[in-house]
């Protein structure tokens, strides 16, 4: 083991200009992983804020008792999903309705919008089927005369959700090829430069394994190089767009060191392929 | 020791190396392996070391046989034989401690027992004044004494060697060929491809010449049936 090592970081020093090469590569690859992989956890993050305003509006109807929208309203608030509900009169809608139309406030005179129930949901409660369900069991009441969740909006947002993890893992799947590609490659021209010492080994009687053991670990330490590269990279980045353009998340610390060690696998990978070639033609 | 049984090796593209080749080669001994260049004479040896496989036949080399053979069992086997070539295939950005270091590193030798090992081998081949040697700093005659004592690394039972003194001078030449016959003397078989047939006259070993795939003189055979007359 001690000599796959010594090998390996022969390796290293002998040909810097194509290790170094090679991490980079890597580094850049996973980095704009990374950089999808921001984006993604930016975007995830935007939803659940979002979710967290996503509100049942309940509008009652103009001839219902108070004990009855009373009794409507504590019922709703009875269901596990529903945080909170709150009672919003005719006066308070016309309030509300002048304090966001500002200067074109004074439009409205007179209470002709209706009052209704504000529901609120749980957190983790969110889901588009739920809170269809939610609404349907709202409508039921006789004192509700129609409900609002903006539901159109609220399916956009799954929708750009669910193709935002689909692109990023097609894309992910992609460069994760394309760097196992790139690592097999630098490492095929590692060992054709030490076809040489290979056939010697082979002379002498050393195992497969033998053979192969420095060129993986030379893989492995590239992947870790150009996954930590990548890591900064992508720090340096959200940090670049926090400050000038918007406030971004970081990954979290465990998902970070996924990222390393996905660059350890790909390292890993494409130079176990290419010496397992290499070897099977010697 | 060793022993081809109507041995055939195929290439796809160059077609029959060798053809129905039987023969053994006792312990200890020295055999020539001669003919003109493409007669089959590398393949033999490579069939002894089993870089190739026969096409149709066994070939037995100690306890291993060709038949039965797994990839695993071949760096088995090289442990136990040394190998030499034309070009002596050297490792030119070390000296030639390291080279010699190297291949006894490469199959495991305790640390502590490589150094002395290396300064026997290399006295052994008369270069214990070259250790630090590069490579290229050497003439050919010296760089195959290197091969050969890497080729001693394993204490083989059979050194084959392949032209070993095809890229040699007349003087180097002997040099090396009075080396082997030490090894040889030692105990070590010798299997030696050449084309040089004034070092074959020299001597009285074994020879067998190879055309066309085809084993086409043995003077063992030779011998045996003067004997018999």
Redesign the interface.
């Known amino acids: 083991m001690r ?1 796959a090592f010594r090998e390996a970081l022969i390796a290293f020093s ?1 040909a810097p200009l194509l290790s170094a090469l090679s991490v980079t590569t890597i580094a850049f690859s996973l980095f704009a992983l990374g950089l999808f992989g921001l984006v993604a956890v930016n975007i995830r993050r935007a939803l659940e804020r979002v979710e967290q305003r996503v509100e049942v509006r309940a509008f009652i109807a103009d001839d219902a008792s108070i004990d009855s929208v009373s009794g409507a309203m504590q019922a709703l608030a009875a269901m596990p999903e529903v945080a909170r509900v709150d009672y919003v009169s005719k006066d308070q809608a016309l309030q509300r309705a002048r304090r966001d139309l500002g200067e074109f406030s004074d439009v409205f005179e007179g209470e002709f919008l209706p009052a209704s129930m504000e529901i609120r949901l749980r957190p983790g409660l969110k889901d588009q089927a739920q809170v269809k369900a939610l609404v349907e069991r709202v409508r039921a009441y006789s004192v509700v005369d129609d409900v609002r969740y903006g539901e159109e909006w609220v399916d956009k947002l799954y929708r750009v959700r669910d193709l935002a993890a689909i692109t990023g893992l097609i894309l992910g799947v992609a460069f994760a090829a394309v760097s196992v590609i790139i690592i097999g490659s630098t490492i095929r021209m590692a060992v054709l430069a030490r076809s ?2 290979i ?10 394994n ?1 053979i192969r053991a420095p060129f993986l670990i030379e893989g492995f330490a590239k992947g870790v190089l150009g996954g930590a590269l990548a890591l900064v990279l992508t720090w340096v980045a959200s940090q670049v767009v926090s400050r000038y353009l918007l406030e971004t998340q970081f990954f979290e610390p465990s998902f970070a060191a996924l990222g390393v060690m996905g660059g350890a696998v790909i390292g890993l990978l494409g130079s176990s392929l290419s010496v397992g070639r290499h070897l099977r033609r010697v | 020791m060793i022993r081809f049984t109507n041995v055939t090796k195929e290439y796809p593209r160059t077609g029959t190396a060798l053809a129905n080749v039987t023969l053994h080669v006792a312990k200890g001994e020295f055999v020539f392996f001669t003919g003109p260049s493409g007669a089959g004479k590398s393949t033999l040896l490579k069939l002894v070391y089993m870089e190739e496989r026969p096409t149709h036949g066994e070939v037995r080399v100690g306890g291993t046989s060709s038949k039965s053979l797994a990839r695993s069992d071949v760096a088995k086997l090289r442990r136990k034989l040394g190998i030499v070539f034309q070009d002596f295939r050297l490792l030119d950005d070390r000296d030639v401690y390291a080279n010699i270091a190297f291949a006894l590193e490469v199959i495991g030798a305790p640390r502590g027992a490589i150094p002395s090992k290396v300064g026997r081998l290399l006295e052994r081949v008369g270069l214990a004044s070259k250790a630090a040697a590069r490579p290229r700093e050497l003439s050919g005659g010296e760089q195959q004494r290197v091969a050969i004592a890497r080729a001693l690394v394993n204490d083989p039972f059979v050194l084959v060697a392949d032209e070993p003194t095809g890229n040699l001078d007349d003087r180097a030449m002997r040099g090396i060929f009075q080396l082997l016959r030490e090894i040889n003397a030692a105990g070590t078989a010798v299997l030696m491809a050449t084309h040089n047939l004034d070092l074959i006259r020299r001597s009285d070993y074994r020879t067998v010449e190879i055309n066309r795939g085809q084993v086409v003189y043995d003077s063992k055979e030779m011998v045996a049936a003067v004997g018999g007359l």
Do not use: N, Y
């Open positions: 000599l002998r040489r010492e056939s010697i080994m082979r002379l002498v009687g050393a195992t497969d033998f």
